[in-house]
Antibody
Framework: QVQLQESGPGLVKSSETLSLTCTVS?????????WGWIRQPPGKGLEWIGS???????YYNPSLKSRLTISVDTSKNQFSLKLSSVTAADTAVYYC???????????????????WGQGTMVTVSS | SYELTQPPSVSVSPGQTARITCSGD??????AYWYRQKPGQAPVLVIY???KRPSGIPERFSGSSSGTTVTLTISEVQAEDEADYYC???????????FGGGTKLTVL
């Protein structure tokens, strides 16, 4: 079955760039779907960070857009997240997930994140 | 920015029915999705397109929609249903996902 696995440093210094990669197995990213990043600060709720389509089109949370880059490498079947100028507020568990976008006659109706990675904890230290 | 509002907590006894609501202005136009998250685990999709259940999700889980409020209903609640539940939808364009704040379901 389709699996996603996050990887990257668990500790990042304040003001530096957080970089994570999600490796997808048993499904080719280039075949479709949206691929997203979601985070969860300790003891808090889920926050959508951004998503990328296999073609490279990106959608970013407006609150993070100025610091965020999401990219895809179809040759490695991976997609990546870079978040610059991090602070303690960026400390969280970071999940990658597959997004299944739905439509009807009126247009786009949102994404269901149907498959998730196990998550990776990233701590921003001062 | 667009927000989805959920009650922080819901408590029910085993065998009873739990109802978790989610309110948002764009919900009449956008689908709602629901996730269950147990401690230390990744979220799991339990309802999509307002009312559909993914394969492997028990029939006890159902979703409904009325105006600006969507509801996740869990019938015959079991101890294993104790978890955090999150609704998710999209802004009015349908492009940008938004999560509710989450509801902790306690089975008494």
């Amino acid at each position: 079955q389709v699996q996603l696995q996050e990887s990257g440093p668990g500790l990042v210094k304040s003001s530096e760039t957080l970089s994570l990669t999600c490796t997808v197995s048993s499904y080719s990213i280039s075949s479709g779907y949206y691929w997203g990043w979601i985070r969860q600060p300790p003891g808090k709720g889920l926050e959508w960070i951004g998503s990328i389509y296999h073609s490279g089109s990106t959608y970013y949370n407006p609150s993070l857009k100025s610091r965020l880059t999401i990219s895809v490498d179809t040759s490695k079947n991976q997609f990546s997240l870079k978040l610059s100028s991090v602070t303690a507020a960026d400390t969280a568990v970071y999940y990658c997930a597959r997004g299944d976008r739905y439509y009807d006659s009126s247009g786009t109706k949102g994404d269901a994140f149907d498959i998730w990675g196990q998550g990776t904890m990233v701590t921003v230290s001062s | 920015s667009y927000e989805l509002t959920q009650p922080p907590s819901v408590s029910v006894s085993p065998g009873q029915t739990a109802r978790i609501t989610c309110s948002g202005d764009a919900l009449p136009k956008q689908y709602a999705y629901w996730y269950r998250q147990k401690p230390g685990q990744a979220p799991v999709l339990v309802i999509y397109k307002d009312t559909k259940r993914p394969s492997g999700i028990p029939e006890r889980f159902s979703g409904s929609s009325s105006g600006t409020t969507v509801t996740l209903t869990i019938s015959e609640v079991q101890a294993e249903d104790e978890a955090d539940y999150y609704c998710q939808s999209a802004d009015s364009s349908g492009t940008y996902p938004v999560f509710g704040g989450g509801t902790k379901l306690t089975v008494l």
